[in-house]
């Protein structure tokens, strides 16, 4: 079982920078790939970044490659969610969630959710 509390939403102007945290739960954290969600008002939950246990495979959706970065310290249990550039159409509820499969873009394929934080990007 993983618990996962997201943190570090917030309200930005267009062209700058959050950073979102994950925090999880249980002893086995570092066994599970890791991804990012958003969800817009009106607009189905999408996939954002990923990444591997280990931190070596990252992969993004193509709107926010080159701006966003995920990263984990599994040290920490957290998950990291890097902001830059930020523009209007970012603004969502953030999720990170914990996956058995690497490379896993459905929603289906994530086992555990968080709560969700808002992120609002204003023009």
């Known amino acids: 079982q993983v618990q996962l509390v997201e943190s570090g939403g917030g309200l930005v102007q267009a062209g700058g920078s959050l950073r979102l945290s994950c925090a999880a739960s249980?002893?086995?954290?570092?066994?599970?790939?890791m991804g990012w969600f958003r969800q817009a008002p009106g607009k189905e939950r999408e996939f954002v970044a990923g990444i591997s246990w280990s931190g070596s495979s990252k992969y993004y959706t193509d709107s926010v490659k080159g701006r966003f970065t995920i990263s984990r310290d599994n040290a920490k249990n957290t998950v990291y969610l890097q902001m830059n550039s930020m523009k209007p159409e970012d603004t969502a509820v953030y999720f990170c969630a914990a996956s058995s499969l690497i490379r896993a873009y459905s929603l289906d394929h994530y086992d555990y959710w968080g709560q969700g934080t808002q992120v609002t990007v204003s023009s």
């Open positions: 249980g002893r086995t954290f570092s066994s599970y790939h």
